[in-house]
Each structure stands twice: as C-alpha cells, then as structure tokens.
C-alpha cells in the first residue's frame, strides 16, 4: 500500500479493505449513501458495523473450535494454555465494585484486571468447547462490573486503566453479545459512561500535560478504548475518532509519533524506531500489544491500519522483535518535552531493561503480516515461535503487566 497523508483518508487508484469488501459483498450498502460511498469507503466507519468484530472475527471462533476438536496443533497447545489458567474455570467469583482507583492511596485496581481476564478467558472457552457453564460465569462477571462500577480514579493512571480495561472488557463483551444471559445494554451504558469520558479526556487533553509527556502507550489504550466501545455500541463517530488519532492524533500514539525513525534495508528489512524504544522494553512490547489490539479491530471493520503509512507499525515490530532477540539495532536520539513546562529529555541508546521479556502479543503480529499477507516478517516471526503458545493474564506473574493484553493468541491466529 502506498503511503498516504497522515491527514487524508485514502488517495485515488486503488480500493481500500473495506473497499474490497463492499465490492464483495455490500453493493447495496454503497448504493444507498449515493455519491458519498467513495469519498468515505476508506475513512468512515463501516454503515454496518461486524460482530463478533473486535480481536476475534466469526471464523477466528470457527478456525479454534475446528482445530482444537481435531486436536491439531498449534491450537490444540494453545488450548491446553487457556484451559490450564485458573483464571478460566467457570466457577471464578468476580469482585465487582463501584469505584476502581489505580495511582495513589487505597489502589484495588488488580481485582478489576482479574476479572476482565476471566471473564474474557471463559467467553474464549464457550466460544470454542460450547460450554454453557463458562458462558454463565463470563456473563454473571461482565454483568456484575457493568451493574456496579461507578467511578475510575486514581492519579494520572486512572487514564492508564481506563484505557487499558476499557477496551479489554468490550472485547469480552463482544464475545458474549449474543448470549441470554449477558446485558448487553448495560455493559454499554456503562462503558460510554464511565471509560468513555476519561478516555476522550486524555486523548483531547493528556492531562494538561505537554503534549510529548505521556508515552505512546498511554494514547494507545484509550484510542483502542474508543474504539471498542465505538465497536460495541454500533457508534459511528466514536470508531472515527481512534482511527482519526491512529493517523493524525497530536500525542505519541499515532502512527508518526510512536515510530519517529525509519530506517531503510538494515540487514535486508525495513525498521522502525518505537518511541518507548529509549526507556525499556516491558513497555516497548507492551506497546506492539496496545497497537497490534487497535490494528486487529479495525481490520475487523475493514480497516487495514495495520498498513497505513508503508506498514509503518510492521517496521516498528521488526524493530522491537529484533531487539529483544539480543540484536542489534539502529537509534537515533529521541528527545521530547516533560511536564507541563515540556521540559526537554533525551535518550541516545536503546532501554535494555526487561530486554527479552515475554508478552503474549506476537501471535497476533506475525499471522497478520507472516500469514495473512504472506510478508517475509523474520524477526516478528522469530519472536513469536520463542514465546508460543500464548498465555493470557495469570500466566506472566501477578502484576497489572502480565494482564496488560488478553493474549491466547496461538489459539485464536494461527493460520
């Protein structure tokens, strides 16, 4: 895909993903907006949003319940993974409520990650092995938090929590959409009403900090919030909204800004500079999972930002992969604003803490861009092989970065 302005939707000569899939199948769709279905194919939201359309698609579902009853692998060892995880067991009790504070005194924010975690790990498991008693137990989960909770608060990670456990409890809640004994209706309401606002507050004001203060991480989850209650609530305008700042956001999460540096054949492949590259690598991976959430969703809409700009964000995690393979790579001095002075800081050599730590977020990657497009991604690849098959929250230590993505991805992208 050629590259394209980071404030245009599409340019001429060629059709978008969503595009093609009118094409394919929503001739009439397209008809019906008239003249308008061109200008808008690649940048507005879909006319009709898919469901189950978040990190998993219908024939992901159907792909994992076919394999794993066939007890094929990769996704039977990834199944063996979800079903060993306590955090799957239908008989999890949730501790739902009102008020969840992340940063400062009286912090209770591990029994809100706890939770999402089983509650999305036991949707995974009806939606595979058809078991109605973990459908029951993600449902009473999900109902209990959206019937409860109130308020997010904290610090300035209160936004770090609603960015993060906002969109990973949509994402369980799209997998439970259509089961009876789940409210859909209230899991919305609550989300637009609680995670909504504080995740249109820092994408719009970032905390009245300076504009470069808050690493791209903290962008990251809020945009793939918005867009997962955008998502779950068929709400056009919100979906806009994170594809909008994935392409021309001010803060470090959009695209130019979370990959400031290319570089052009290193080795023989393309590399790209993440802006978290310079501080430490927990947060650089975390970051190829913040970003790698909000591609899978979109291009389950039929967005393909996981493209965008000359696949930009594959050079990023060529970059990241190679890294944390104990290789080499290139830096150029990364130098941003702090505070609310935007006080200026400078790294001049990659973080090497946590190098090598193991995060389930390469699966994703490499059957997106290894598989499904058939590109030669050796070190996302490389990365993804050492680490399979994927965990989830529970499987990487107790603290809020092992439940930083969802995971399982063996089981749910192996093609």
């Given at each position: 895909m050629s590259r394209t302005s980071p404030h245009t939707h599409h340019e001429g000569g060629g059709l978008s993903r969503r595009g093609l899939l009118k094409t394919a199948g929503g001739l009439t769709a397209a008809l019906a907006v008239g003249t308008t279905a061109t200008a808008t194919t690649a940048g507005a939201a879909p006319a009709t949003f898919t469901h189950p359309g978040m990190l998993h698609n219908a024939g992901d579902i159907n792909r994992a319940k076919v394999r794993v009853?066939?007890?094929?692998?990769?996704?039977?060892?990834?199944?063996?993974?979800?079903?060993?995880?306590?955090?799957?067991?239908?008989?999890?009790?949730n501790r739902a409520t009102a008020t969840i504070i992340r940063g400062g005194t009286g912090e209770n924010y591990p029994q809100l990650y706890n939770d999402i975690a089983a509650a999305y790990q036991n949707a995974l498991r009806w939606k595979v092995a058809g078991t109605e008693a973990n459908a029951q137990c993600a449902a009473n989960i999900l109902n209990a938090w959206s019937r409860t909770l109130t308020t997010v608060t904290g610090n300035a990670d209160r936004f770090l929590a609603a960015g993060l456990y906002g969109w990973q409890f949509a994402n369980a809640c799209e997998l439970m959409r259509d089961?009876?004994?789940?409210?859909?209706?209230?899991?919305?309401?609550?989300?637009?009403?609680?995670?909504?606002?504080?995740?249109?507050?820092?994408?719009?004001?970032?905390?009245?900090?300076?504009?470069?203060?808050?690493?791209?991480?903290?962008?990251?989850?809020?945009?793939?919030?918005?867009?997962?209650?955008?998502?779950?609530?068929?709400?056009?305008?919100?979906?806009?909204?994170?594809?909008?700042?994935?392409?021309?956001?001010?803060?470090?999460?959009?695209?130019?800004?979370?990959?400031?540096?290319?570089?052009?054949?290193?080795?023989?492949?393309?590399?790209?500079?993440?802006?978290?590259?310079?501080?430490?690598?927990?947060?650089?991976?975390?970051?190829?999972?913040?970003?790698?959430?909000?591609?899978?969703?979109?291009?389950?809409?039929?967005?393909?930002?996981?493209?965008?700009?000359?696949?930009?964000?594959?050079?990023?995690?060529?970059?990241?992969?190679?890294?944390?393979?104990?290789?080499?790579?290139?830096?150029t001095t990364y130098t941003w604003g702090t505070g609310q002075s935007c006080a200026q800081q400078s790294q001049t050599v990659p973080g090497s803490a946590s190098r090598g730590q193991v995060r389930p977020v390469w699966a994703m990657l490499h059957y997106h861009y290894g598989r499904r497009l058939l590109l030669d991604d050796k070190y996302i690849a490389q990365m993804c092989f050492s680490v399979a098959p994927e965990g989830g929250g529970g499987d990487y230590g107790t603290t809020s970065g092992g439940f930083d993505q969802l995971g399982f991805g063996t089981l749910m992208y192996a093609k």
């Amino acid at each position: 895909m050629s590259r394209t302005s980071p404030h245009t939707h599409h340019e001429g000569g060629g059709l978008s993903r969503r595009g093609l899939l009118k094409t394919a199948g929503g001739l009439t769709a397209a008809l019906a907006v008239g003249t308008t279905a061109t200008a808008t194919t690649a940048g507005a939201a879909p006319a009709t949003f898919t469901h189950p359309g978040m990190l998993h698609n219908a024939g992901d579902i159907n792909r994992a319940k076919v394999r794993v009853a066939a007890g094929d692998d990769p996704w039977l060892s990834g199944w063996n993974r979800l079903t060993a995880n306590s955090h799957s067991r239908s008989t999890w009790t949730n501790r739902a409520t009102a008020t969840i504070i992340r940063g400062g005194t009286g912090e209770n924010y591990p029994q809100l990650y706890n939770d999402i975690a089983a509650a999305y790990q036991n949707a995974l498991r009806w939606k595979v092995a058809g078991t109605e008693a973990n459908a029951q137990c993600a449902a009473n989960i999900l109902n209990a938090w959206s019937r409860t909770l109130t308020t997010v608060t904290g610090n300035a990670d209160r936004f770090l929590a609603a960015g993060l456990y906002g969109w990973q409890f949509a994402n369980a809640c799209e997998l439970m959409r259509d089961h009876p004994a789940f409210d859909l209706a209230a899991a919305q309401d609550m989300l637009v009403r609680v995670f909504y606002p504080l995740n249109n507050q820092f994408l719009t004001g970032h905390n009245d900090a300076c504009i470069t203060n808050y690493w791209a991480n903290w962008d990251l989850c809020n945009m793939a919030s918005v867009m997962a209650i955008g998502i779950l609530t068929d709400n056009a305008a919100k979906y806009d909204q994170a594809v909008t700042y994935f392409k021309s956001g001010a803060g470090n999460g959009s695209i130019q800004h979370a990959v400031p540096f290319l570089y052009g054949n290193v080795e023989g492949y393309d590399l790209g500079q993440w802006q978290e590259s310079g501080r430490d690598q927990g947060h650089t991976v975390m970051g190829m999972g913040q970003m790698g959430a909000l591609c899978e969703m979109a291009w389950n809409q039929g967005d393909d930002l996981y493209s965008y700009d000359g696949r930009r964000f594959m050079k990023a995690a060529q970059y990241v992969a190679k890294y944390n393979l104990n290789m080499d790579v290139p830096f150029t001095t990364y130098t941003w604003g702090t505070g609310q002075s935007c006080a200026q800081q400078s790294q001049t050599v990659p973080g090497s803490a946590s190098r090598g730590q193991v995060r389930p977020v390469w699966a994703m990657l490499h059957y997106h861009y290894g598989r499904r497009l058939l590109l030669d991604d050796k070190y996302i690849a490389q990365m993804c092989f050492s680490v399979a098959p994927e965990g989830g929250g529970g499987d990487y230590g107790t603290t809020s970065g092992g439940f930083d993505q969802l995971g399982f991805g063996t089981l749910m992208y192996a093609k």
